[in-house]
């Protein structure tokens, strides 16, 4: 079959290629997709470009992708829940990272059936993003209706996913974006949009209960200006807290480096009795099946910005890395 491979670190139009490689097999748990459409995040960018080494070594070659929509092709011998010829989609684990790839495994544990008024190109980009999201409002943040938040860049995939599912809990939705993409966040459903182009959100005081960091560095910082006491802030781009650091099972000194560097993170946040945390997603196979019945019904929307075919895979990525994508990036393997 044929699979996008990172070959080395270093840019991405010399370090990414596809090539030739064996199927995989499957465990008696897990289930063999042929892929139908894929969908980039930013970190398999970051990934490329050695963001994260210092903290996990990569073996090369090595696939690229978590996103996943497509048809069973074959189930474990103790997978109950699904069968050959099924639609689905899932965020695979990352010990099976490669989903720009014609066949992907996932854990039977990751995988959500998909109905079918939805086609591949919209599944695929819900996965990683829908996750993200979900885990983030409701796992972490428990948003309440009526609460005050603000998702930091609307207009992308996870902002545009995290405004609609906020609007579906009941919260005030207030959001960043540049003046190109008023009208989208406007169309999701956000109840105050601030153009950054033109409007500063820290203008607006401290009058937030949650805020959802989706560009760290200094706006993860700035978030406790305009949080109100006692709120929460999540970031999924800023300063690592300490049970992520666990999480990614990192050595004592790592996390050492990683406390210092998010102490001036936590000292804004104990200052006015707010809470911190970092989210690093997961997988979740019942989580997704629960995000897939909000889209079936309509509740929330996909957002589409491009569809790259599979030999324009890496072209896809380039896009995605320049930061101005509308939504989700997907790449179709089956017209
Ligand atoms: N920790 C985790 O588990 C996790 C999971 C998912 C994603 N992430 C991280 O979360 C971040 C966002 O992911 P994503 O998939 O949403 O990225 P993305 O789709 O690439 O985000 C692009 C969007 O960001 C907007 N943007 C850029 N700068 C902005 C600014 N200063 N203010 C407001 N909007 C801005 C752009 O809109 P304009 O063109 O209008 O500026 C664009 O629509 C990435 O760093 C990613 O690695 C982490």
């Given at each position: 079959?044929?699979?996008?491979?990172?070959?080395?670190?270093?840019?991405?139009?010399?370090?990414?290629?596809?090539?030739?490689?064996?199927?995989?097999?499957?465990?008696?748990?897990?289930?063999?997709?042929?892929?139908?459409?894929?969908?980039?995040?930013?970190?398999?960018?970051?990934?490329?470009?050695?963001?994260?080494?210092?903290?996990?070594?990569?073996?090369?070659?090595?696939?690229?992708?978590?996103?996943?929509?497509?048809?069973?092709?074959?189930?474990?011998?103790?997978?109950?829940?699904?069968?050959?010829?099924?639609?689905?989609?899932?965020?695979?684990?990352?010990?099976?990272?490669?989903?720009?790839?014609?066949?992907?495994?996932?854990?039977?544990?990751?995988?959500?059936?998909?109905?079918?008024?939805?086609?591949?190109?919209?599944?695929?980009?819900?996965?990683?993003?829908?996750?993200?999201?979900?885990?983030?409002?409701?796992?972490?943040?428990?948003?309440?209706?009526?609460?005050?938040?603000?998702?930091?860049?609307?207009?992308?995939?996870?902002?545009?996913?995290?405004?609609?599912?906020?609007?579906?809990?009941?919260?005030?939705?207030?959001?960043?974006?540049?003046?190109?993409?008023?009208g989208l966040v406007q169309k999701l459903g956000a109840d105050n949009i601030i153009d950054y182009t033109k409007q500063s959100y820290l203008d607006e005081g401290p009058k937030f209960d949650v805020v959802f960091d989706t560009l760290g560095g200094k706006y993860t910082l700035d978030s406790f200006k305009i949080l109100k006491k006692g709120g929460r802030v999540i970031s999924i781009a800023g300063d690592v807290d300490n049970i992520t650091t666990k999480q990614l099972g990192?050595?004592?000194?790592?996390?050492?480096?990683?406390?210092?560097?998010?102490?001036?993170?936590?000292?804004?946040?104990?200052?006015?009795?707010?809470?911190?945390?970092?989210?690093?997603?997961?997988?979740?196979?019942?989580?997704?099946?629960?995000?897939?019945?909000?889209?079936?019904?309509?509740?929330?929307?996909?957002?589409?910005?491009?569809?790259?075919?599979?030999?324009?895979?890496?072209?896809?990525?380039?896009?995605?890395?320049?930061?101005?994508?509308?939504?989700?990036?997907?790449?179709?393997?089956?017209?």
């Open positions: 079959m044929k699979s996008l491979m990172i070959t080395k670190y270093g840019e991405l139009s010399t370090s990414l290629e596809i090539q030739e490689v064996p199927i995989p097999t499957i465990a008696p748990n897990q289930i063999l997709i042929k892929t139908h459409a894929s969908s980039f995040n930013p970190l398999d960018y970051k990934i490329v470009r050695g963001d994260f080494k210092a903290m996990r070594k990569i073996q090369f070659p090595k696939g690229i992708g978590r996103d996943v929509s497509g048809v069973i092709e074959q189930v474990g011998e103790k997978v109950e829940k699904f069968k050959a010829g099924e639609k689905v989609c899932s965020r695979i684990d990352e010990s099976l990272v490669g989903t720009m790839a014609d066949y992907v495994i996932s854990n039977a544990d990751d995988v959500s059936l998909v109905p079918s008024n939805l086609t591949h190109e919209e599944i695929a980009g819900i996965p990683l993003a829908g996750l993200t999201s979900y885990q983030a409002l409701i796992d972490v943040a428990k948003l309440l209706p009526g609460e005050n938040i603000l998702i930091h860049a609307g207009a992308g995939g996870v902002g545009s996913i995290a405004i609609q599912l906020a609007k579906h809990l009941g919260a005030k939705v207030t959001t960043t974006t540049s003046t190109k993409n008023i990192l050595n004592r000194i790592i996390r050492f480096l990683l406390r210092l560097k998010a102490k001036r993170v936590t000292n804004a946040a104990s200052k006015i009795g707010a809470r911190y945390r970092f989210l690093l997603m997961s997988p979740n196979g019942d989580q997704l099946k629960k995000l897939v019945k909000l889209y079936e019904s309509g509740l929330i929307k996909p957002v589409i910005d491009k569809a790259y075919k599979f030999d324009e895979s890496i072209q896809a990525l380039e896009y995605l890395s320049k930061g101005r994508a509308k939504g989700k990036v997907i790449v179709k393997f089956i017209e």
